[in-house]
DNA sequence: AGACGGCATGTAATCCATTACATGTGCATC
DNA sequence: GATGCACATGTAATGGATTACATGCCGTCT
């Protein structure tokens, strides 16, 4: 392994200097660089990131939480972190988390005592997942997509509570009256915004709001439990004209579960979805969603944390990014279903 | 930052011992033991990753090229090279690497003789990318999924072209005699494979091989181009009544596009698909493919790779790992179609 | 001419854990 | 009782890059 003073001897200079010219930290004549870039070059050399980073006491390397890579959403998250960090001089090491708070918690505090990491972004915070906060003082920390609260600390996300007001609201602009809602059993905040959300809407236009509209899908959005939640609601004595899902799968889920019972998609039942992941135009019919910027969230989560790590003076500590609502099939007005 | 010196103190000991009771490497009293784990706990010391990798000359990270996280292939086969990993107490870092190859080579290298990392698994070299065999001698490697043929390089996969011909087998079974393939453009020995398999079936039937029943999607498997690859087929002057698809995501683009044209899959169209990832089962007709265990080829490139890295003596070079053929509702027996 | 300042470069201390080698104690052997 | 060995522990060198401080040179100002 070439190491800097054989650089230093090829060329003719001390360490010192080369370790000035690699780091760009000036002061170094225009034909020593030459020289010194020339012995690199030859050498090829690559500086020992463990021994730069024992000695400047940082690691280059960003920690990501994550709760599982194959949810479509989160791989696009990951991949606008990862294209960022890359560009930035920064590796992304990914641990799974698996939702179980305890290791989570322990892994982190291992991870930055031993200074593997310089800053960490995490995907799925629990809305009480206050310990967070006793790291986010001594180390960089953003959270993105989902954060807590009260905590106040470096996040970025979208405005589910007014995303899925506006969509409610353009269910409710259909005629829709008898609004379901799927949600999921998981402590997120994007959960307990989107409800709130729906709920504005049914206050806001004078609509009752009924427990018995209001269905749970299991925490990990999946299709299955989709279409079990969507059969509690179908199945009632008087079931729902629409139903807005929190996630795209879960309504995917309602979509299927309503195909099973003989309702056609959006003339017996109108759906629309969140998040907007490739799945939604797959099939028809096309899903009416709200489009989350999930690949931006990512990348602008990663420059967030750069600009914390290198304690940029006016390194913001709330983004919220533009969401779209997306108008594709399966919302129909009430009234083409009561003219059948 | 509590160092291995205030904990030396503490405990009334000297670094060395502190060190060897972290170490396990023995020849410590116990009641040494005792009180250098009590001074560790009391002080919450970790020990710096940064300095034990300098001196040990190790990083106990772990490298992984992977093309796309979105892909759900690929998200599984990560979740099990990641719990794999922790487990043997390694981190994992993640590099997109878009097949872009000479970037690749030029970070592989560079991350290498940097220290920073002590391994490294591929998901998706092209079947042409010699370079890694430059590496793998300095280097451990294990190339997952794909492979160099010629290479011998450590790698683990499937087998590809036995699985693809007992696809288009079930298929010749069903009476059809008329199949066409849809693959991808790419250079992955996975897809030369699937094509071998395909043509070896054909052979052992008798049937001839037609060019023009062969068509390309682009080499991401994208569900777009998947339908516009059936659509060469499907409009044919003589189009197949059967086509093997060497992807899942192409399969249902196949499907997609065959409904648009009015084809009833499997009635008029029987399709086979690939990998068995979630969505074969999101829609029906339920895809008929071939599941592949795609976290369990994570899991044991991991367990592989840290023989190598260890030097395990009898580490193996090649592991096949079994797959199943799952037939769901996407293929027909061409008699039901004859019939009509 | 002497003093001073700025500049380019060199020397050596430093980051922290590991480990080769040194030390000291106690027990067994002859 | 002297020698030797095993064992527990300590001391100090080591890994490779960064950087505070030292040095030496040249030019400028008084």
Redesign the interface.
Known sequence: ?VKIEDVARAAGVSVATVSRVLNESGGVLPETQEKVREAVERL?Y??????R??RKNE?R?ILILAP???N?YY??V??GI??VS?NLGY??????TYDSNALDEKLVS?LF????ADGMITLAVNRDDHWLSRYAWEYPLVQCSEYVEEDSLPHISVDNRLAARESVQHLIAQGHRRIGIVTSANRYLSSTNRMRGYLDALDAAGIERNEDLIAYASADYS?ASGKQAARNLLTLPEPPSAIFCVSDILA?GVI?SA?KMGLQVPWDLSVTGFDDV??TT???PYLTTVAVPCYELGRRSMLLLYDHIVQKPGAEREVYLPHQMILRETTASIASRESI
């Not at 690559?46 to 021994?51: D, F």
């Not at 590796?91 to 799974?96: A, C, K, P, V, W």
């Open positions: 392994m090829h690559e500086p020992n990131l463990s021994a980073n024992l690691s390397i599982n890579f194959s479509p791989s696009n990951l991949s990862c294209d890359r590796s992304t090491l990914i641990y799974n291992s005592q031993k200074n593997r299709f995917l299927a195909g490739d799945y797959m099939f028809h």
